[in-house]
């Protein structure tokens, strides 16, 4: 089933994409980071959207070759291989680099793509508008239920300890007021999605 929250556009670079995303759930965070994404320029108009979708479409085809078995030492608060997370970086310029020339999108700025999927983790701060954005919605997938879901599972800690975890090592590396404004949205209606059941079933006791 084709995504519906695809642009017409970017459809032929997820097709391909797809077949480098089916690891570490990178498929699903793609598509959701897409959709903060195209949420995010609807409150920045002066960015170029062009840029953007591009880039977080294609931004991490490169952990598909990175080794399975070492993703979790490369990513949390206490990373043991962070080399891994430049390498994906250099093999995501490469495929996705490959994907856009084959297709040649019309109006997108192949080099600008690049230039943030180069960079889009180990570079901090923003490079240009369409760097910050791709980096907060890339950012704001882990505050999402998928995303909070997923951490859970790498790092085998319960919802609410992954939530502390967010807001006290991610939410601060938020680059724009909105990203910041969603991300602390999604962890308000985390914390009551996971606490009402617990509240719930102590008041039916009382």
Known sequence: ???????????????????????????????????????????????????????????????????????????GPNPTRKELVREHEIYGVEIAGDILRRHRPEGVDIDAVLAIIDQHDTLKEASSPEDALVKDADKGWRFSPHGVETICGWFGTPAAETLDMLEDFVLPQFLTDTGRIMARAYLAAGRATFEAPAYLKESANV
């Open 1 to 75: 089933m084709t995504p519906s929250t695809l642009m017409p556009r970017d459809l032929p670079l997820w097709e391909e994409a797809r077949g480098f995303l089916d690891v570490r759930s990178n498929d699903v965070h793609t598509l959701i980071s897409y959709g903060i994404a195209k949420a995010l320029l609807v409150e920045h108009p002066g960015v170029v959207e062009s840029i953007v979708l591009p880039a977080i479409l294609l931004h991490d085809v490169g952990w598909k070759r990175i080794d399975p078995a070492l993703m979790a030492d490369a990513i």
